[in-house]
Structures are given as C-alpha cells and as structure tokens.
C-alpha cells in the first residue's frame, strides 16, 4: 500500500511559478512510477507529468513543455512539480498519482492516487 500526499498548491498571478510536492509513503513507494495529473471545473482529469522510478525517464503533455519540470527524491520519497510561467488555463486540481508501470501517464497506469491539491492561476 502507498499514501500521497500533495502540498503546495495555492492561488499565484499569471506568469509566477508554484512548486508542487507530494510526500509517498510505504516500503515500497520508491519502485513506482510517479506522475501528476490535473482537473479543471467540469472537464476530465488529464495527464500532465510523469517519472519513472530511478528518475530517468520524463514525460510532460504538450501544453506544460519548457514550463514544467517534474523530479523526485528517492530518499525522501518526494515528487516534485516545478510550475513556471503558470496560465489561468492551468487552474486546476492537481493529483499525485503512482504506478508499477515505467511511467504513469494514462488513468489505467494508475494504482494509488493523493486527495489532489488546488492550483489558481490569476489572470
């Protein structure tokens, strides 16, 4: 069993930046992927970041390319989301999620999920 626990969220004007975190724990949590997705008022929640467990291999959807950054700390069982030069469009909740798959980017990857933490982006 793994928890998640995301912190960092919080209302930021366009253009400023946010560092999302999300603290795994369980024995196992660092063998799994992680990933972040996020979800707007009245839309799905779409994929955003994913890691591989080691920290070698990335994936970002289009629209956060050059403005994201995700990372980890395997030894503090940590997972980051860097957000620069944030959007109103990026408002959204924003949801930590983990997989034992090599990376987490569709809903179906998905094995545990945190309670999500909101995001606001002032225009």
């Known amino acids: 069993q793994v928890q998640l626990v995301e912190s960092g969220g919080g209302l930021v004007q366009a253009g400023g930046s946010l560092r999302l975190s999300c603290a795994a724990s369980g024995r196992t949590a660092n063998s799994y992927a992680m990933g972040w997705f996020r979800q707007a008022p009245g839309k799905v929640r779409e994929f955003v970041a994913t890691i591989s467990a080691g920290g070698s291999t990335r994936y970002y959807t289009d629209s956060v390319k050059g403005r994201f950054t995700i990372s980890r700390d395997n030894a503090k069982n940590t997972v980051y989301l860097q957000m620069n030069s944030l959007r109103p469009e990026d408002t959204a909740v924003y949801y930590c999620?983990?997989?034992?798959?090599?990376?987490?980017?569709?809903?179906?990857?998905?094995?545990?999920w945190g309670q999500g933490t909101q995001v606001t982006v002032s225009s």
């Open positions: 999620a983990a997989g034992a798959r090599p990376a987490v980017a569709l809903r179906k990857d998905i094995d545990y």
